[in-house]
């Protein structure tokens, strides 16, 4: 079990940063685990566009826990590194920070972890069929990754 403790701080590039809104809440006040994930694909899906400088599309996610509720008004922080490159999928190693900038209290500017997950995006050509990424064009932390 992961706790918000277990963890330095948040690992990557910022990819978005972006609030939730009354219309993402359960019925219960939360924010939707579904919209955090929509939100992280968005943010993966960046990355991978600009590792394979190819359409993509999101081929799987690797298990995730949500150890922490999101509340409306945090201010949401998705950060990703390059796991992995393949011959056609690219591995995003993706993490959600949250800062409850609306709370009061000793907590207000207290920045934790939501959730974690690895994404993983294919290359595709103009009829949404896999391709092969072109390793050459790779660079930063991308290329330390294949
Ligand atoms: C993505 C897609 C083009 C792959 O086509 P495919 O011919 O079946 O491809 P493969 O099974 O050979 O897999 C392609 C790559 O994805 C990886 N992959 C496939 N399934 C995976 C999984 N469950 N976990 C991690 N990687 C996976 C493979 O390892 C391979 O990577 P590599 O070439 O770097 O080694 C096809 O499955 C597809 O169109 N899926 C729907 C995608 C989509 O619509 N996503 C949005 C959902 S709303």
Redesign the pocket.
Known sequence: MITPTDVPGPQGELLLRTMPMPADTSFNGDIFGGWLMSQMDLAGSMMAKEVTRTRT????VESMQFIKPVRVGDVVCCYGRVKRV????V?IMLEVWVRPILHTGKDQFTTFKVTEAAF?Y?A?DQE???QTIDKTRLAGAAESSV
């Open positions: 599309v999101t081929v799987a393949g011959t056609t999928s591995t993983t294919v595709i949404g069929k896999k």
